[in-house]
């Protein structure tokens, strides 16, 4: 479901973030151009408060609603939510349905030109190829991808899993990679970060089932 409304788009769960954007710059809509390049959709994204250039989820969120643990549906401005870099909490024990984003009319050839810009940043920097995006948070010490490639892990592979030749913070697909793979391969460099340099490295990517609540 996507529908607009004024400035507001409102989108199920299942949206996929490019379909947002897209839909919105049909209609004249700027300001969710950055989300262009996300390999997500609206649900997952919002868990994670996904982003990128500066800018995050909840920027452009309006409200969301979700399926709580008690069955119950409830609706959530995005200032009563606890967002955080990368996190928002409230949302963890929560099944999104759907959110409202706000946008901002703009003119066809600026928002084309924003997206053009944004994709040639992520060409130059980020590996073409199936990814779920940046793995780690950046700690404060050092940005993620830096760290992985001081410690020489670039290239680093479980079976078809194997970090990026071109940001070490990125996991690549390269053909038959399993979920086990890529959360091996995440612990591996997890216990490499710490024992070498003493950081713990927090993942971005949210893995749903049995897993320590703290990767």
Not at 14 to 40: C, F
Not at 100 to 112: C, K, S, T
Not at 140 to 157: M, T
């Amino acid at each position: 479901m996507l529908e607009i409304q004024g400035n507001h788009l409102t989108a199920g769960a299942g949206v996929r973030l490019k379909k947002l954007v897209s839909t919105a710059v049909q209609n004249g809509l700027g300001g969710l151009e950055w989300m262009d390049g996300i390999p997500g959709n609206v649900g997952g994204s919002l868990r994670m408060n996904a982003g990128a250039m500066g800018m995050d989820m909840v920027k452009n969120l309006v409200s969301v609603t979700c399926l709580d643990e008690d069955g119950e549906i409830r609706s959530h401005t995005r200032e009563e939510l606890n967002a955080q870099y990368r996190s928002i909490p409230d949302l963890v024990h929560n099944f999104v349905l759907q959110a409202v984003f706000e946008a901002q009319p703009a003119p066809a050839e600026e928002m084309e030109r924003l997206l053009e810009a944004a994709r040639a940043r992520r060409k130059l920097s980020q590996p073409v190829g199936a990814s779920a995006g940046c793995i780690f948070k950046n700690p404060p010490e050092i940005p993620a991808g830096r760290l992985i490639d001081e410690l020489g892990l670039k290239g680093a592979c479980v079976g078809d899993a194997c970090v990026s030749d071109v940001h070490a913070n990125f996991i690549i697909n390269r053909g038959h990679a399993r979920a086990r793979d890529i959360t091996i391969l995440i612990d591996m460099i997890r216990k490499e970060a710490k024992e070498n340099r003493g950081i713990d490295l927090k993942s971005e990517a949210q893995v749903i089932g049995d897993r320590d609540p703290q990767f």
